[in-house]
C-alpha cells in the first residue's frame, strides 16, 4: 500500500507517492518562478492552486495507482507561507474526503530529515538544511527533532536569491550564482557571521552589494559570497557534529544541490572520520515524496488528524513536533 504526499511551504506545489521502503512511485512537482523579483505569496498560492489537480492526476498515472491503492494522504503542515500552506491543506483535505482516506500532518523540516534519512541508510546524522526559507542544524535528541542551530535572520537560500535579483538577475538565485562563480578568483573580503550554532546573513547581503557599487566583478561576488556563506553553515554543522557526539551528516534543502557546499561539508565530515550524503537533487527540493515517506512512518506510528482540527501551522517549529516513529 502507498500514501500520498501533498507538499507547498513554499514555491513548489508537487504530489508524491511512495510505496513500501521510501519507494518513489510518482512525483509531479511545478514551481512557481515570478517574472520578477521575489515570490509573493499569494501568487505562489495561485499557482499551486491552478497546478494542483493536474500534478494529483500525473503522479497517480505515474505510480500506477488508484485511490484504493492508498493507506492514506499526508501534507505539509508547517512551516512555511500561509497561503502556500492552505492551497495544499485544501487539496489534502478534500482527497482525503472524496477517496475516504485518513489525513496525516507532516512537518516540513522533519520531511527533509526522514527521506535524507531513508535514501542514507544512516540511522541518526544530523541534518544540515539549507533552503530559501530555513537554514538549520537539526538531530535527534529526546523524543523530537531539535533544532542545535539556525539562521538569526533570512534563510541562505533567500540570501542568494535577494542578492542575484539586486545583481539584475531572476529568482532562482542559487543555481545562477553557482553557475557565475566559476567564473570568480578574487576572494573579496566579506562578513562572516558565526554566533555559537546560528549564523546571519543580511549583513553579508549589503556588504556584498556596497562592492558591487565600487566595482567588485559579479563573478568575483559570486566566488566570495558562496566560499564565505557556505564556510559559514560547514562551521557550524562541525560544532554541532562536536557537542552531540555525532558522525554523519545528511543534507537537505534546496541550497544543498550546490556543489561547492556538498564538497565543503563533505570534506570537513570525512576529515573527522565521519560520513556526508547529499540527497539526489529532486530530493533535497521541496518535493511531495519526502512528505508521503515522512507521512508513512508517521501513520504506521497512529499519527492522523481529523479534516476538522486539520489547520495549517505557518510557524511551526521542529522541536514542537512528536516524532513517535523514533524511539531514544
Ligand atoms: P527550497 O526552498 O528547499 O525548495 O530551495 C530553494 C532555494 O534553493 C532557492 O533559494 C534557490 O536559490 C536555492 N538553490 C537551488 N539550487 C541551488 C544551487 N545549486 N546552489 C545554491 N542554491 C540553490
Ligand atoms: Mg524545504
Partial sequence: MAILGIESTAHTASVGIVGDGAKVLGLASDMYRPPAGGIHPREAANHHVEVFPGLVERALA???VGPEDLDA??????????????????VARTLALVW??????????????EIARVLS??????????????????????????VLGETLDIGVGN????????????F???????????????????????HGMDVAFSGMLTAALALYGRGATRPDLAYSV????????????????????????????????N???????????????????????????????MIAWTGRLAFDAGVTIPVEASGIEPRQRTDLVATPWRVS
Fill in 172 to 194: 532562482p538565485g542559487g543555481p545562477a550564482l553557482e553557475r557565475e562563480a566559476l567564473g570568480g578568483s578574487e576572494l573579496l573580503d566579506l562578513p562572516y557571521s558565526v
Fill in 226 to 257: 558562496e566560499v564565505t556563506a557556505y564556510a559559514m553553515l560547514t562551521e557550524i554543522t562541525e560544532r554541532a557534529l562536536a557537542h552531540r557526539r555525532r558522525e554523519s551528516v545528511v543534507l537537505g534543502g534546496g541550497v544543498a544541490c
Fill in 259 to 289: 556543489e561547492r557546499l556538498r564538497g565543503m561539508v563533505r570534506a570537513m565530515v570525512e576529515e573527522r572520520g565521519g560520513t556526508m550524503f547529499a540527497p539526489p537533487r529532486a530530493m533535497c527540493v521541496d518535493n511531495g515524496a
Fill in 121 to 146: 541508510g544512516l540511522d541518526d546524522p544530523l541534518l544540515l538544511y539549507a533552503s530559501g526559507g530555513n537554514t538549520q542544524v537539526i538531530a535527534y535528541g529526546r523524543g523530537r527533532y531539535r
Fill in 159 to 170: 540570501f542568494l536569491d535577494k542578492l542575484w535579483i539586486e545583481l539584475g538577475g531572476t
Fill in 73 to 90: 494522504v499526508a501534507f505539509s503542515q508547517g512551516p512555511g507561507l500561509g497561503p502556500c500552506l492552505r492551497a495544499g491543506a485544501t
Fill in 62 to 64: 505515474d505510480a500506477r
Fill in 100 to 113: 475516504q482516506k485518513p489525513l496525516v500532518p507532516v512537518n516540513h523540516c522533519v520531511a527533509h530529515v
